[in-house]
């Protein structure tokens, strides 16, 4: 029975789900979307609306909390400098996922997940 087990394990310990999170959160922040499994997009997206919210503070301690996850200074830059502000008027929802269907080798729903851009 899986009571109070909340979480997604995705057959990796605890070690390599935080390196696959910081990783994708870097390379979305970097490129503003990137295709990867449902589950994993599911899983990236409270962590990734949980740094923007941390970083639309703005001040020192913002900056060194967010940059105990991303560890690229470039990708760390934009996003306290470009992104978070962009987002200081919303509330949350930051993201946004679309499913792509089924991947051809092993039938593995796909999914973008993407940046919510104000229109």
């Given at each position: 029975?899986?009571h109070?087990a909340?979480?997604?394990?995705l057959?990796?310990n605890?070690?390599h789900?935080?390196a696959?999170?910081?990783?994708q959160a ?11 499994t ?6 990236l997206?409270p962590?990734v609306?949980k ?6 503070g703005?001040?020192?301690?913002a900056?060194?909390?967010?940059a105990?996850?991303?560890?690229d ?16 008027d ?5 993201t946004?996922?679309?499913?792509l269907g ?9 999914a973008?997940?993407?940046l919510v851009?104000d229109?």
């Open positions: 029975m899986r109070l909340a979480g997604r394990k057959n990796r605890s070690s789900r935080i696959l999170a910081r990783s870097t390379a979305l922040f970097k490129h503003g979307r990137i295709k990867t449902l589950t994993k997009a599911k899983n997206q962590y609306e740094l923007i919210t941390t970083a639309r703005g001040d020192l301690h900056r060194r909390l967010v105990k996850e991303i560890h200074n470039a990708v760390l830059r934009s996003l306290m400098d470009d992104i978070a502000p962009r987002y200081a919303r509330k949350g929802g930051y946004r996922i679309y499913r089924h991947r051809r080798g092993d039938a593995t729903q796909e973008l997940i993407e851009t229109e």
